[in-house]
């Protein structure tokens, strides 16, 4: 078989799955990236889940102990590309095959709902295609963001050697979609500007709550202010560490991993503590006891503020993307204008001298709730459905 490959070319393929389509169960399918980290689009694949449930999830890679445990209850159907233990545990070491992993899948169902950031959105179906795009490729797109001023050499160099021809695969599988469906406002400027395609912004919906049950993180009291991240440059985690350091009366708690972990515990002051992963039990607990959640990201939605936000805790936020359509300004929390630790302890002090309503912050946190989400995604597939018949 070939197709169209990473590389702008025509190729055999060994790593693919079986191309021939076979009729699933029901009449949507569910397509996502990988499943080997726990982050905001794990938690909309999560929110697909409960909107379709007996629909078959297929992903590239699947590390049950690395995303979230709801996925070790569906049916998971992974490519063959996820027989290779290496790339399950370092997703980032598959991006070289995963254009041509995808490019060879086929999804029989009526309407096949793909969840990408780069790659599900190639997926071949038998029925109607819907995407929802967290973002186009942050990497192919964004790259000196993507990778930060300290980006290995290599990663460079492999960015500037594949970087055209994969855009070009990028941009043709886009347009094989019948429907787009994004999570901002930011992102669907960016849809159009990358695709030339119009696509609705459906946000997505807040899964944790008050009521969850909470496991406190032993070694820290409550009044902290909280960061909860995966560790990569545009995330800008130095910059709230280097804030904080010239607040030693201010305790930071950090949840989250990735590439750069070992580098913020190599200079974190004594009153940042770095967490790691926790469970969302644990998670539930940091939101409720914290005085407050700071994001200096660059993000395409950003659904940690919203989360602090269930729990009525107000935000201070990097001015930038998705955070534009989630934060109101003095009733939520706080922008930040640059990602600088001047700025974020600016942004610090003032969220920490306001009184805020509790009860306004949670109103506004419950415009995000999952029933809506939910609704509106079954009305689209729905719509695509009947279009297919």
Wanted: hydrophobic share 40%; aromatic share 10%; with cysteine.
């Amino acid at each position: 078989m070939h197709s169209l490959n990473a590389f702008g070319g025509n190729t055999s393929v060994a790593l693919h799955a079986d191309p021939t389509p076979r009729r699933d169960v029901g009449s949507v399918a569910l397509v996502h990236d990988y499943l080997t980290q726990r982050g905001g689009a794990e938690r909309v694949v999560a929110s697909m889940r409960a909107a379709f449930p007996g629909a078959p999830l297929y992903t590239s890679l699947f590390e049950p102990e690395g995303t979230f445990p709801v996925f070790g209850e569906s049916e998971i159907k992974t490519l063959a590309v996820n027989k290779v233990g290496l790339f399950r545990r370092h997703h980032r070491l598959a991006f070289p095959v995963l254009a041509p992993t995808f490019s060879h899948l086929t999804v029989d169902a009526e309407v096949t709902l793909c969840s990408s950031s780069g790659w599900a959105h190639a997926a071949h179906t038998t029925g109607r295609k819907v995407v929802y795009c967290h973002t186009p490729a942050r990497w192919l797109y964004q790259t000196a963001t993507y990778l930060g001023e300290h980006g290995s050499g290599s990663k460079k160099w492999a960015i500037r050697a594949f970087g055209s021809g994969l855009r070009m695969w990028d941009r043709h599988v886009a347009q094989t979609a019948d429907r787009y469906l994004v999570n901002s406002n930011a992102v669907r400027t960016r849809v159009k500007e990358t695709y030339g395609i119009e696509a609705e912004v459906l946000p997505p919906c807040v899964t944790i709550g008050r009521d969850d049950p909470q496991t406190p993180l032993e070694g820290v009291a409550p009044g902290f202010w909280l960061c909860v991240s995966r560790f990569l440059p545009y995330k800008n985690i130095d910059a709230i560490v280097d804030a904080f350091a010239e607040m030693p009366g201010e305790q930071l708690v950090l949840v989250g991993s990735g590439p750069q972990r070992e580098h913020i515990l190599s200079h974190a002051p004594s009153n940042v503590f770095v967490a790691g992963q926790v469970d969302d039990s644990c998670l539930a607990w940091l939101y409720a006891n914290c005085q407050a959640l700071v994001a200096a990201s660059f993000e395409d939605f950003g659904l940690t503020p919203l989360e602090a936000n269930v729990f009525g805790k107000p935000v201070a936020v990097l001015g930038w993307g998705g955070h534009l359509d989630t934060l109101q300004d003095g009733i939520t929390g706080y922008f930040f204008d640059s990602p600088t630790p001047a700025a974020i302890r600016r942004a610090v002090h003032r969220v920490a001298s306001t009184d805020w309503s509790e009860e306004a912050i949670m109103a506004h946190a419950r415009n995000f709730d999952q029933n809506q989400f939910v609704r509106r995604l079954r009305e689209v597939i729905e719509e695509e459905r009947l279009l297919a018949a």
